[in-house]
């Protein structure tokens, strides 16, 4: 089921068959370097089931991205609900392919993912946790329109919650 659409990039909710395309994205030591570890093949195959249950539970998930063209798997990108510092926020979160990057991919999905957000949820904020070191994620986070709102410990690591509020998003 189709998502959202961009000028380059198509999200649709991920299937069991896209797990071979996304390993080659979660599996990658270098796109995988700010989480505590890469993902195996069943690791892959985990993350898409408990991305089918949040599109049943929540309505969202992490969404598979594809490019409009080709209709090849590139990574994933989309909204989830995570507990910080005891409060259930809206994450835009992302993984893409190496080969794709710095071509400014990362920011046209997260932005009509911040976009739908603000479109479709009750929300009135929206965040991406963000390791300290990982500057070119930190990056998409300020295209956005998301500025540092404040440091935590989020599943054992430090973690810059970048932040971006209804008012200031192009979306009334």
């Not at 392919?97 to 991919?105: A, E, M, P, Y």
């Not at 904020?125 to 300020?142: M, T, Y």
């Amino acid at each position: 089921m189709t998502i959202l659409q961009t000028a380059r990039l198509l999200l649709r909710e991920l299937t069991p068959q896209d797990a071979d395309a996304l390993a080659l994205v979660l599996s990658d030591p270098e796109t995988m370097r700010y989480y505590p570890a890469r993902y195996d093949q069943d690791g892959v195959e985990q993350w898409i089931e408990r991305n089918r249950r949040r599109y049943q539970t929540d309505g969202i998930g992490l969404w598979a991205m594809e490019l409009t063209k080709t209709k090849e798997l590139i990574g994933d990108c989309g909204i989830i609900l995570q507990q910080v510092d005891g409060e259930r926020l809206y994450e835009i979160g992302y993984h893409f392919r190496r080969d794709f990057w710095g071509q400014g991919l990362a920011t046209e999905a997260a932005s009509a993912c911040r976009d739908w957000g603000f479109a479709h949820r009750k929300t009135e904020r929206l965040i991406s946790l963000i390791r300290p070191e990982n500057l070119p994620s930190q990056r998409v986070a300020a295209r956005l329109g998301m500025t540092l709102w404040k440091e935590v410990n989020w599943r054992g690591l430090p973690h810059c919650v970048y932040s971006i509020e209804r008012a200031q998003s192009s979306v009334s």
